[in-house]
C-alpha cells in the first residue's frame, strides 16, 4: 500500500466559500479514495475515483484525478460549518493487499 | 443495524496492564482493520485480517495482539500497556471486493498512566 499526502495541512475559509485540498502520491493506482474525520470520530468514506476516470461528483464534492501528476483534489462547494473536519486521501495500488495508508490529511475549518 | 462498533469507548489503565479493545461488525465483512491515530502522526494500520483465522501486521504492531476466531469481531489485546500505547483506535472494516472501501467505528480513546 502507499501514502497519500494531502495539502495543505490546515485551511480556514468561510461558509459559502468553496475549498480545494490536493492529495499527490507516488506509483501507480487502482483507485483513490477520499474520507472525512470529524472531531472524535471515526471516518466516513466520501467518494471514490478508479484510476481510469478523470472527474467523479457527489453531491457537494467534486474529485479530481490525475494520473499523469500523480495527484488528485477534492472541491466542496458552498461549504457549511458542518464541513469542519480533517479529509484524507487514500490511494490504492494495485491488487493483494486491501490495506489503505492513510496520511496526516487537512484540517478544514469553516467559519460561519 | 449497529454496522462496525468498539468498546470501550473510553478506558484508562496503568502501565503494565493488559487491556483488549473490542472490535464488532455486523455486515459479515471479510477484511478487518485496527488503526491508532496520534497528533503529528495521522493513521498507522496495527493488524489488519483478511478472514476469520487470518491475521497480519502492520505498520505498527509491536506490542499487540490480535485474534479473530469469528468473522464479525476482531479484538486488538495490548499484552503489557506503555505510555506510548496513549492513543485513539479505530476498528474498520471492508467487503472483499474491488473498491475496498473501509468503514470505520466510533473510536476508542485509550489512557495509559
Not at chain 1, 480545494?20 to 467518494?47: A, D, E, F, P
Request: with cysteine; net charge positive; proline share 3%.
Amino acid at each position: 500500500s502507499q501514502q497519500g499526502e494531502e495539502d495543505p495541512q490546515a485551511l480556514s475559509i468561510q461558509e459559502g466559500e468553496n475549498a480545494t485540498m490536493n492529495c499527490s502520491y507516488k506509483t501507480s493506482i487502482n483507485n483513490l479514495q477520499w474520507y472525512r474525520q470529524n472531531s472524535g470520530r471515526g471516518l466516513v468514506h466520501l467518494i471514490l475515483i478508479r484510476s481510469n476516470e478523470r472527474e467523479k461528483h457527489s453531491g457537494r464534492l467534486r474529485v479530481t484525478l490525475d494520473t499523469s501528476k500523480k495527484s488528485s483534489s477534492l472541491l466542496i462547494t458552498a461549504s457549511r460549518a458542518a464541513d469542519t473536519a480533517s479529509y484524507f486521501c487514500a490511494p490504492r495500488s494495485g491488487a493483494g493487499s486491501y490495506q489503505l495508508t492513510f496520511g496526516k490529511g487537512t484540517k478544514l475549518s469553516v467559519i460561519p | 443495524d449497529a454496522g462496525i462498533t468498539q468498546s470501550p469507548r473510553y478506558k484508562i489503565t496503568e502501565t503494565g496492564r493488559q487491556v483488549t479493545l473490542m472490535c464488532h461488525q455486523t455486515w459479515s465483512h471479510s477484511y478487518m482493520f485496527w488503526y491508532r491515530q496520534d497528533l503529528g502522526h495521522g493513521l498507522r494500520l496495527i493488524y489488519y485480517s483478511a478472514a476469520a483465522d487470518i491475521t497480519d501486521k502492520g505498520e505498527v504492531p509491536d506490542g499487540y495482539v490480535v485474534s479473530r476466531s469469528k468473522t464479525e469481531n476482531f479484538p486488538l489485546t495490548l499484552e503489557s500497556a506503555t505510555r506510548s500505547q496513549t492513543s485513539v483506535y479505530f476498528c474498520a472494516s471492508s467487503e472483499s471486493n474491488r473498491e475496498e472501501t473501509q468503514y470505520f467505528g466510533p473510536g476508542t480513546r485509550l489512557l495509559v498512566l
